[in-house]
């Protein structure tokens, strides 16, 4: 294994980057083992330097045991987060009141309360205050003022013995020592009320925000379903039509009328609509059925053109409109089922309100993005429905819900693209729609 690999794997073993499917105790034990290692090391150097200074009197021997239960305790802990089973709230207490036994007899051997690190109790407080429910703060926070309690009593009435020191010297530092004291209470009294309130702030807003998101997944996936729904509507709507009128023809003849004619012809006709609509809903059968429907497909630009050509050509055939490729390249481009009915949309929209031809241009911008130019030579937007554009159920038309716009909008967006509309000033309607292009894995 390479020294980088190996450096890089141990660091993700001690402070892993993606903890999305862990639970909060997990990751906070993990935390908690990750503290305790630091703060060990940095008091073992600590140590050593002020003992480079001046001679502390300190049992070098009871220090060597404490540190090495503590890594003792650091093994087993990293160990059991190795293990399937979940860590409950009680057992990262657990790891708490260890760490404060841990602390409680360092103090109790080198200085009591005189010893700066007691007031690591209120850091083990926070920690209690982020990770666990208030009853367990609330028990920590009681059990911490009580044993520094018990090194400030157990301290002054060493003070009260016999001293060579000066009666006023005993007297400052005692009122140091409550003094101390008091700021751990108050300390201790802030860090369970506020951060503890914090606390449960921050987890409510990582539900709403966890709601969100899948609300926002929710919304996207109905999207999709409805700009396929409109998008196949629009592919089965024209065939449909022409059935019913090669139908209702058919049946204006009566027996004999039928034996004479030649309906051969009419046959072919239905058989070629039949034909498109079920190549409409496989398209679509076939789009959700894949391995992974969010997955994106590339295609290339030549036979997207060509696609939506052949749509028009044979959904529209008697209508003008001219499809142009700027360019001489052919780059690859992220399509989908929606976004080549959302194109489709578009043009029909155009189409529908042009007054002799519409124009389909396609080129590549300097961005690196596709654009698609659709122009028509009606009327234009009209204004109501030009300030509403791309809100859902805006149409000036009775036979439509106003969801094509809304609609294909979404499916560009999930593209990273945008649509926009303008009414041109020789008359007509103009439509911008730009997508992003990937990069061609041929090059």
Partial sequence: MPHNSRRQSWFEWLIPRD?????????????????????????????????SFSELDIPFSFIIVLIAAIFVSIVLGYWRLQQRWAVSQMELFCHLLMDVVFLVLLVYYTGGVSNPLISYLLVLLAVTATLLPRSYVYSFAVGSILLYTFFLLLDMQADHEPSMAPMEDNRVFQLHLVGMWVIFLVSAILISVFITRMATVIRI?????????????????????????????????????????????????????????????????????????KDSLTQLIRYYNKDNPVEEEHDRLSVFVSDIQDYITNIHPTATVQFTIEGQQDPMIPVDLSVKHAVINIIENGIKAADSRVDVQFRLADDNNIEIVITDDGPGIPSQVMENLGEPFISMRKDSMGLGIFLANAAVQRLGGSIEMFNRKVGGAMTLIKFPLIANPEN
């Fill in 205 to 277: 807003r990582e539900l709403n925000l966890a709601k969100a998101r899948e609300n926002e997944i929710r919304n996207e996936q109905l999207v999709a379903i409805g700009t396929l729904a409109a998008g196949t509507a629009h592919a089965l709507g024209t065939p449909l039509s022409t059935m019913a009128v090669v139908l209702t023809e058919l049946d204006k003849l009566n027996a004999e009328q039928l034996k004479a004619a030649d309906i051969k012809d009419d046959i072919t006709v239905l058989r070629q609509q039949v034909t498109r609509c």
């Fill in 19 to 51: 903890l999305g499917n862990t639970s909060a105790t997990r990751q906070g034990l993990q935390r908690l083992l990750l503290l305790r290692g630091f703060v060990t090391v940095m008091s073992v150097l600590g140590l050593l330097i002020f003992q």
